[in-house]
């Protein structure tokens, strides 16, 4: 199926997108030295052994199998420039979205994240409407910035997001593309890449609910 894609930043547009169809991919979302820098940063904490191997499951296993990617989550006090950027910019985007879908979200968790070569990511929801954990089940809205400099279709590592049993798209990760989706709507899954995979991933959360 052919992907729409956003060739704007304009805010309405992009909120009227996510909320006909419940999914939205935008290029060009941050400037391309920003995306540079970010990609850096990841590239640094790697090397610094920053990252980890991401798990998977109640038990929190690592399974390379199911998803073979490195990740080292951020914050906002993060001194880096970059990052602070991306906040910023995330930020943004939280207001808007609780402005004008009256959606309640507080927060965001995020994560850099580097899928080696031929890495994946096996298909899988963000949220579960029941069960599962507390924090699992406040994520509203996924987002997912990726950061790869001059990627081509014949690199692979597409984003499949999977629209009903049936109908799928795959977004390929280029540079400054972001994609935002509802979590406990979209299955989804990371193709394998011939190239190392990039991407700062993170989930607009709404708050836990009180227990009376």
């Not at 499951?57 to 390379?64: D, F, M, V």
């Not at 298909?123 to 599962?132: I, R, S």
């Not at 400054?176 to 989804?188: E, I, K, N, Q, Y």
Request: charged fraction near 20%; charge should be negative; glycine fraction near 6%.
């Amino acid at each position: 199926m052919q992907t729409k894609i956003l060739s704007t930043t304009d805010d309405d547009k992009i909120v009227t997108t996510l909320a006909e169809q419940g999914y939205v991919v935008i290029d060009d979302y941050l400037p391309a030295h920003t995306i540079f820098a970010l990609a850096e940063v990841a590239r640094t904490k790697l090397s610094n052994q920053e990252m980890a191997h991401a798990r998977t499951g109640k038990q929190a296993e690592t399974r390379q199998h199911i998803r073979g990617d490195h990740i080292c989550w951020l914050d906002e006090n993060s001194p880096d420039i970059a990052i602070q950027q991306y906040f910023v910019h995330m930020q943004h985007l939280k207001q808007l979205l609780n402005q004008q879908l009256f959606i309640g979200l507080a927060s965001l968790e995020t994560h850099l994240a580097i899928y080696p070569v031929g890495a994946v990511y096996q298909k899988h929801l963000d949220q579960f409407n029941a069960g599962g954990s507390a924090q699992l089940n406040t994520r509203k809205i996924s987002s997912i910035l990726y950061l790869n400099q001059d990627w081509q279709p014949k690199h692979g590592g597409e984003l499949r997001l999977h629209l009903d049993n049936e109908e799928w798209i795959d977004i390929l990760p280029i540079g400054g593309r972001l994609v935002l989706f509802l979590s406990a709507d979209f299955w989804h899954e990371v193709l394998p890449a011939h190239r190392e995979r990039l991407s700062l991933t993170g989930w607009f959360r709404t708050r836990e609910p009180q227990l009376l």
